[in-house]
């Protein structure tokens, strides 16, 4: 089906943009993930009916759904997160859509879903970009966030895979992530809760997998922390990642570890480019387990230098501190870290084009 041909888009004028005005003066502070922008996408797959079809660019406003809907009886549903930057010459520009486009798929499959054309869903991207493109902010560390995702539409209450789905794509304006403001962020093990096993929906992008993370991650933020972070559901001894980023742990010697992808952990496109940028500064990046006894040990040996989170919402961000049931560790002097704060210039410079993309990341609009 990826590979299927992909319909025309039928472009359905807004009757009532957003003022100018209050559209710039909402962008001075957007916050994250509650402004919207003015248009949407939606295209229609039915298996009785050749597939996807009906595609339609359009008002963002409200869907209709059967409230026997598949999505909300067997959570049928995935999603990607993505940003156009509005780079130093005015351009707009995405960072590796490409790798979204697949990792969509990959977890399509998954959640036995359809796979949507990768060319539908990059033209998706484009094309709401486009039409968007006034409501990329120009804050620093603003960036227009794309959030494309899938669900079964179907109404019926038999437990088999729908054979009608809806992709739909809308954006939203963001500043930074964290509403904290510290330099590094502090972070609450979890230790009566798991993200994924082996075997499950770990390696997917789908809503579950965050619902799962709601309850420890609002014991993180009753215990002052910022985010929550995970261990293998088997030992619950191996670091996994957090409630919605990857990890790095930089080391003394010039070594970073980064868990392995096992099937348990989202592989983030930010990582993959991590692992990239940093082998090209002369580090050893091995991908290998690396447990919460050896993080506090290495943490207060000094051997442990840095602790990076990453993902495409919060970019590149320190970990200063965690908080593991009584016990308190801090890495390195707890604030941002050399290699944190340079990785995180390069990896923005890249995307908002003030540095050369010597490996054909950024796709212009």
Not at 149 to 165: I, N, T
Request: hydrophobic share 40%; glycine share 10%; proline share 7%.
């Amino acid at each position: 089906m990826a590979d299927a041909p992909t319909p025309d888009f039928e472009h359905v004028p807004h009757p009532a943009p957003t003022p100018d005005a209050a559209r710039d003066e909402a962008l001075k502070d957007p916050g994250f993930g509650t402004l919207f922008t003015d248009h949407m996408v939606v295209v229609d797959y039915d298996a009785d009916k050749g597939g996807w079809h009906q595609a339609v660019l359009g008002p963002r406003g409200p869907i209709t759904l059967d409230p026997a809907a598949a999505v909300l009886h067997y959570a049928q549903e995935i999603f990607e997160g993505m940003k156009a930057y509005q780079q130093e010459d005015g351009a707009i520009a995405l960072f590796r859509p490409d790798a979204n486009a697949r990792r969509f798929n990959d977890s399509a499959r998954r959640m036995a879903m359809p796979e949507l054309p990768e060319a539908l869903f990059l033209d998706s991207i484009r094309q709401l970009v486009a039409v968007d493109r006034k409501w990329v902010p120009t804050i620093p560390g603003g960036a227009l966030y794309l959030r494309p995702f899938m669900f079964a539409s179907e109404a019926f209450l038999g437990v088999r895979p729908a054979r009608q789905y809806k992709y739909i794509l809308i954006a939203s304006p963001v500043g930074g992530y964290f509403k904290s403001g510290a330099p590094a962020v502090k972070i609450w093990v979890a230790r009566d809760y798991v993200r994924a096993a082996k075997g499950g929906t770990g390696a997917a992008k789908t809503g579950g997998n965050y619902a799962a993370s709601l309850v420890p991650q609002a014991q993180a933020t009753a215990k002052g922390c910022d985010q929550v972070v995970f261990l293998d559901a088997v030992e619950r001894k191996w670091v996994e990642e957090l409630g919605g980023m990857n990890l790095f742990f930089v080391f003394d010697d010039g070594s970073v570890v980064t868990p392995p992808l096992t099937g348990t952990i989202l592989p983030g496109i930010t990582r993959d480019s991590l692992i990239q940028l940093l082998c090209e500064e002369g580090l050893t990046v091995r991908e290998e387990p690396y447990s919460i006894e050896q993080w506090r040990d290495d943490a207060q040996s000094g051997r442990l230098l840095e602790t990076m989170a990453c993902g495409t919402a919060a970019v590149v961000t320190p970990v200063g501190t965690v908080l593991d049931g009584d016990t308190e560790f801090t890495i390195g002097s707890g604030g941002p870290g050399q290699l944190a704060t340079k990785i995180r210039n390069r990896l923005v410079g890249v995307q908002k084009g003030t540095i050369a993309d010597t490996h054909g990341w950024v796709t212009h609009i």
